[in-house]
């Protein structure tokens, strides 16, 4: 298990929910942390949120992981913000909450495009600094959906199934070059992350789902992460007795398919 302390962290999502919640956590355990998504205004409040003694360690690069031709210039600012990158926590996408008949192409190829192709590019243009620093640590915030559908996920489970495919063949390339790769799939966590889930015309939902109010609190979410990330652990999954799908699913398969049917998602 490392240490945090001093390791140079750039996490994305930064701005609320789990992002944010890591924010606090890493910069008490140490970490000189870059904090990224679209919302420079939130990652200052967010930034401002930390214990006084830590902001010197705290700097904010604005980042759309949806504008793919500015990504390798995203990442040449963040290895230049503390002069390399220890550990990527690629946290950064966005939701849905809409039946697969009733949700437009565009709202697909959008969540693919920031959820898993804005998160591969910017893994793929670090590389080549983590690999001439023989190591590094990747981390990915995935969802339980990227195990199995539910309803209402159909893109948003695409997207998150294509990033356990792509980070299983990455961890399987790169053992041997000291970098490692954790895969992390939560649950329902209370966040906000349904408020701005995309339906089907591509509207925000603007409302809080009764599963995500009455999911783990982000704060124990947080200190999960930060301790699966340290521990270099594989895959991790986070949350409550919907963590038992990715079991039953494995075992009863049968069973599963009737039983998610009628899952309250919503």
């Known amino acids: 298990m490392f240490s945090f302390k001093n390791k ?3 996490l994305t999502g930064a701005s609320s929910g789990i992002g944010e919640a890591l924010t606090y956590e890493l910069s008490k355990r140490g970490a000189r942390l870059l904090i990224s998504s679209r919302r420079k205004e939130e990652l200052e409040k967010v930034k401002g949120n930390c214990d006084a003694s830590v902001q010197s360690n705290i700097k904010i690069l604005p980042l759309d992981l949806a504008a793919a031709d500015t990504l390798k210039l995203s990442v040449q600012a963040a290895i230049q913000a503390f002069g390399h990158v220890d550990v990527l926590i690629n946290n950064g996408g966005i939701s849905q909450r809409s039946l697969a008949t009733e949700t437009s192409l565009e709202v697909d190829r959008r969540i693919m495009e920031v959820n898993y192709f804005g998160t591969i590019g910017l893994t793929k243009y670090l590389l080549p600094h983590l690999l001439q620093r023989k190591g590094g ?13 539910t309803p209402y996920r159909s893109g948003y489970a695409a997207a998150k199934h ?12 790169l053992w041997k070059d000291n970098i490692k790769v954790t ?3 939560p649950g329902f966590i209370q ?7 995309l339906t089907g015309d591509g509207t925000q939902l603007n409302k809080m789902d009764d599963a995500q109010q009455n999911g783990m609190p982000v704060k124990k979410a947080a200190k999960q992460i930060a301790d699966a990330i340290a521990k270099e652990k594989n895959e991790v999954y986070i949350g409550g007795k919907e963590t038992l799908g990715i079991h039953i699913k494995r075992f009863f398969p049968g069973y599963f398919s009737k039983m998610i049917r ?5």
């Open 8 to 10: 140079v962290v750039w």
């Open 137 to 149: 640590n990747i981390a990915v915030i995935s969802s339980l959906t990227g195990k199995f559908g």
């Open 162 to 173: 294509a990033l356990h495919g792509f980070f299983d063949s990455l961890r399987a390339e």
């Open 183 to 185: 895969l992390i799939a």
């Open 191 to 197: 966040t906000t992350i349904s408020v701005s889930a």
């Open 262 to 266: 009628k899952a309250k998602v919503r």
